[in-house]
């Protein structure tokens, strides 16, 4: 599961992962039911309604789901990827990642950091929030980091392509064992 705080390049990351290990049909990326709209820049997600996710969540379709930021998020086909012994990518949730592990023992953590004033100024290039809100958004991040040795801590502030790569590399060595 990664994980970080938004604006840290997890999108980023995820989607240059998709194409080098496009070939490689042990990957899976778990794609996300998000109750927002599709936009250009945010994540490859499926747009759906609260009355859909509601309905989807009411029939069990969902083998995870929670809420967060103001949203609904649910994924789908995580036991069958697992019975199918495939090495499951998934954009997490922090404020989820409890009842997460609770439910997959074996999930790994990729924490995705980024340092607070590239953070800031990735943030205010977006132009989604004002400047109040992005520093409540960067307050939240800290307090919500996670502080655990098993957790593995992905420095992202590299050129995109150098990041890639040493992500896709992590990647590739967790599913080798």
Known sequence: ??????GSGKDTLINGAKLLLNDEKRYVFAQREITRPQTGDSENHIEIS???FKQ????NVYSLSWFANGLNYGVT???EYMRQEKFIILNGSRGALKDIVKKYKDTI???VEIPSEL???????RGREDIRDIDARLARGV??????PTVIN??????IQESINEFVAILKDLSNH
């Not at 599961?1 to 938004?6: E, K």
């Open 50 to 52: 609260k009355s859909e």
């Open 154 to 159: 992905f420095i992202n502030d590299k050129p």
């Open 119 to 125: 953070l800031r100024d990735r943030l205010i290039s």
């Open 109 to 111: 953590i990729i924490q």
């Open 77 to 79: 086909r995580i036991d």
């Open 56 to 59: 989807k969540k009411l029939k």
């Open 1 to 6: 599961m990664i994980i970080g705080p938004s």
């Open 143 to 148: 307090a919500l980091r996670i502080l655990d």
